[in-house]
Each structure stands twice: as C-alpha cells, then as structure tokens.
C-alpha cells in the first residue's frame, strides 16, 4: 500500500479515485517562457521523445468495448445500502498557534521596494536574455523567483542584481560557461541580460510585527488585531473546506469497500492503466528520462513493481467507477454527451489543451466522464449519508 501512495504521488495525485484523469496540476509555478537557458542544473535537457505513444492498441478501440455508461450495471456491482451509511470526518482545530502559523506564513509576506537587493534576498524579476541584439529562446521569464546567491543561473547574474533598487532595470553583460549542456549554441557566448527587480520578497512574524513593518511590507492591515482577525477568519474557513473534503471522501472510501464488486471488465482496467501510463510518461519526459528511469529514480522500485502497483491501483478505480455509476443510475443522475463537450471546453484552457476535445482525448473518455459524474454523484451523498465530526486535531500549516 505504501508503494501505491508512493506512485500516485509520483504523478501529483492527490487521490486514487481520478488518479489517471490526466489533467495538468494547477500549482503555483514560475511565470516564464522557459527560463531554461539561465539554469546551472537544469533538471535535463527535453526528451527527444517527449511526444511517446504506447505501442500498444489502445484498449478503447477494441471491438468489444463496451462504455462504461452502456453495462449492465447489476451484473458488475452489488451497491451498499448507502442510505443507511454513517461516516465520520476530522475537522481540524482552529486555535492560537494554527491562527499564528497561518498569519506568519500567509498573511505576513508582502514586498519591499525601499531598499537594494542584498544577498539572501528572494527578488522578484523579469528579463530578457539576448545575444547580439536578439532574444533566445530560454532566456526570458517574468515574475521569476530568484534567490540571490543560490548558484541556481549563469555566474554574475546573481551578482549583479546586488545593489540594485526595486523598479530599477539593470543590463548585464555576462558570457555562458565554455562548457555549457543545457543549450550548447549559447556555451562560451556573449550574451546582454535586461533585468528588472520588481521587488523584494519580505516576512514579518506575527508576535513581533509591528504596525510600521506592515506598513514597509505593503500589508492591508494597520494593526496586529486587524491581522489577527483576518487570519482566524481565513482558517476557520480553510477548517471548513477541509471537514467538506474529509467528508466527501469518507462517504465515498467506506461506500466503495462496503460495494461489492462480482467482476470488474479487464479492459477497463487496461484501458485505465494505459491512460496512467501515458501520463506517466509525459511527466518522466518533462524531465528528459524515459518512464523506467523515473520510476527508479521518483519512486524507487522497478518496472515490475510499478506495473504491479499500477493494475492494483487502476482496479480499484475502476471499482469506484462502476460503484458511482451504479448510484448514479439508482438517483437518475444523467450526464449528457452535450454537458461532456460543454465542460472540456471551458476547461480545455485552464488546463493547458488547445481543445476539450484534446483535453478528452489525454484523460481518456471514461475518466473525464467520470470525473464529472462523480462531482454530482457525491454531492448528492452528501445530501443523503450523515456525517459526524470527529475529534479535532491540528490543521496543517
């Protein structure tokens, strides 16, 4: 079981129900072209074959497939009386220190314009990297989170941002190290950076903020109760997004082990470990390795070990699917093909596609139909299944 958590996070799943739906993790990442051409140690060069197709027919195309949404449902799945269910969930505690803790790395972080870059410094930058007047590719990011004097880009670009004013732009001439991997065409070149310093990243700590730091920082708020209310507020409501969450996947992990599954149609399961697979390989891509290379190198188990995990875990979402659909049709809850397109296309852009058709085409159908049947499927548990709160326990910070 350890391994599976290991694989799922691997592919920053956060759970195994739509572990191979294949959208992209909306998380916090630099705003950039690449950036690329400045690292020291970039991660590795791109995969010649980052664009890798399984070779293996694709388990959707068989002649006996039969969608998910057209099985016989009874024959696959004995539902749980779900009605009669009572979960329980943790609602994590909203007390003192959590407030703090909060407020501290939260609430406490603003920018600071009035004074240099000094080494040590998180500066907030844009640039632009050009050799003989024209830009290349690579070298251009805005928004960029440098540390100055982590050694993470090209000697005397750190350097040279000491000193520097926030809203200054500062042109640098450095030359790109005669043995240079990750873009051999720039090694030993001469090269002009234009560097803006939009600001410095600052912190205060709530127990000894005082209304004048706020104030430096760029802060809203003009006194420590001010903070101190705005924080408590933010966590009891974080408190209570967690708890609904909890909830929800309570009801759904204690339904689908009380369901009993009487068979599960193999190439659903195939067809959800090639969908697993492809994502998998598009992420071992992104770092210039093949599949096998990564799992030995993010997971730390071989091939054999990874496929096992991956069918291991793939049945047991597809379990989850035939479960949902089976709830799904016992409250004549309907997803149309209609309300499909209409919802990968409104998400097509926020998740990186050029299309919901594309986006469909990555997730695999069934998952994406998944994916929004079971929104409404446990929403309507939610409605039915009571949930008791359990004794609470400290939020994370």
Known sequence: MKKTFVLMCMAGAVTASLAACGKSDKEAQQTSQTAEALETDSASEESADSGTQTE????????????????????????????SMKVSAVRPAVDDETVTQYIDSELLVGKITDRAVEEGDVADIDFVGKKDGVAFEGGTAAGYMLTIGSGGFIPGFEEGLVGVMPGETVDLNLTFPENYKQNPD???????????????????????VTPEEMKDLGLPYKTKEEVWEAGKEAVEERAEETFAANAKSAIVQQLVEESTAKSIPEYLIEEEVQSYNLYMESIAAMYGVDLETFVSTAGGFSMEEYDTQTREMCTEIVKQYLVMEAVARAEGIEITEEKIREQADEEAAEYGYASGDALIEQA??????????????????????PVEEEATQEAES
């Open 364 to 385: 695999g159908y069934t998952s994406y139909r998944m994916s929004i049947l079971q929104d409404a499927v446990i929403e309507r548990l939610t409605e039915i299944v």
């Open 56 to 83: 293996e027919e694709s388990a959707g195309g068989r002649e006996d497939y039969v969608e998910l949404q057209d099985l016989d449902i009874e024959e696959y799945i004995t539902l749980a009386d779900y009605k």
């Open 186 to 208: 720039l090694a030993g070149q001469e090269v002009v950076f234009s560097v803006k310093v939009n600001s410095i990243e600052g912190s205060a700590a709530y127990e000894t």
